[in-house]
């Protein structure tokens, strides 16, 4: 188990601030968050490449804090790979293997079965120049992972690959994690983090501002800021009252908002997922508590279907099928009625 227990860094102009999480032996850990947030410098700092001003990290129970980078078993992949470019594919491999006290029979045998895995037996040969954007990124992989470390450190290793490349890296990093190799990969795509996460880390200007499985995370956000990163748009500041037994949320107009859980909470923020807001041209009857009159501002096409802007008051995203927003006959400027229940309204308290 890696264990980051309240590590600082200084650096000109920004800081890394009591940062504290763990990843269990195995794991598939996401540092997830914008440019600029801290995710590499994070990253280089359990590398060892940035000092520690404060904290202690401990690996399998031991304090690693001042320990020398070769001797941290751990590996670690940069965004832009730094591959050695004046040696072959094999030597690049080798490089790490180098002061092992390994005979030369060994070393061959931990390279060939290395590179079997990640699928470049056929480039050892090769010089890095030759190579193609998704083999650099293999023959990093490979030079990481022949030190055999404990924890495989991953700095946006998906960014500079085209869609086919990508699911097919991404494949690649689920298969060597199912290995029983322990990853903390850094990315700033969402989707990537679902797609690849046992546990999450979303961080923020220098701090770790929510963690969890992706299910906790992005079902239940901690803040406004973890919503939106997170592609949530139906997040609302709200105060709430207490009507006829019922909870009501009003976001910040006359707007009531039926909410399916109680709570003695004056103010907080509700949370309404696109998917779960039903589109209709006409009112009718239905077991949601919440239906609302509005107008469409928008629809565009997205992965899912349709996203369509609707102005009740508030501005919600639904999402839809195509074929529904067809025979909704949608466009812009047309009335359309909204329905949601109010157990769908998550209530977020601050």
């Known amino acids: 188990m890696l264990e980051l227990r309240n590590i600082t860094c200084d650096f000109p102009g920004f800081s890394l601030t009591e940062i504290s999480f763990s990843v269990g032996d195995g794991e598939y850990f996401i540092l ?9 410098l994070l990253l280089e700092a359990i590398a060892g490449l940035n000092p520690v001003k404060s904290g202690v990290l401990l690996l399998n129970g031991k304090n690693i804090t001042s320990e020398k980078i070769q001797q941290r078993g751990i590996g670690l992949v940069f965004q832009d790979q730094a591959v050695f470019p004046h040696l072959s594919v094999k030597e690049n491999i080798a490089y790490p293997l180098k002061g092992k006290h390994l005979s030369t029979s060994e070393k061959n045998r931990i390279i060939e079965e290395t590179a079997i895995l990640l699928q470049i037996s056929g480039l050892l040969d090769r010089r890095p120049e030759t190579l193609s954007g998704g083999e650099l990124q293999r ?4 030079r ?5 470390p404990k924890v495989l450190l991953l700095d946006e290793p998906l960014s500079a690959t085209d ?7 991404r494949s690649l990093l689920r298969q060597i994690n199912r290995m029983g190799q322990t990853i903390i990969h850094v990315t700033h795509d969402f989707d990537e983090a679902v797609s690849l996460a046992d546990h999450i880390a979303i961080m923020h200007l220098g701090h770790i501002v929510q963690s969890g499985t992706p299910r906790e995370v992005f079902g239940n956000p901690a803040n406004e800021f973890v919503a939106h990163f997170a592609g949530i748009r139906n997040f609302f500041k709200v105060s709430i009252t207490l009507q006829d037994g019922k909870c009501i949320a009003f976001p910040e107009n006359d707007l009531a908002i039926s909410i399916g859980e109680s709570t003695d909470d004056k103010s907080g923020y509700i949370l309404i997922r696109n998917e779960d807001i039903l589109l209709s041209q006409a009112a009718f009857e239905s077991s949601a508590l919440n239906n609302f009159e509005g107008i469409v501002l928008d629809l565009y096409p997205s992965r899912a279907g349709m996203d369509v802007v609707v102005d009740i008051g508030i501005v919600l995203h639904a999402q839809i099928s195509r ?17 949601f229940k109010a157990s769908s309204v998550k209530l977020i308290s601050t």
């Open 163 to 169: 869609s086919k490349l990508r699911s097919e890296l």
């Open 144 to 148: 990481a992972l022949v030190q055999k």
């Open 32 to 40: 997830l968050g914008e440019s600029g947030a801290g995710k590499s």
């Open 139 to 142: 023959v990093a992989l490979a």
């Open 323 to 339: 074929e529904s927003a067809e025979k909704l006959e949608l466009a812009p400027s047309r009335k359309v009625w909204t329905h």
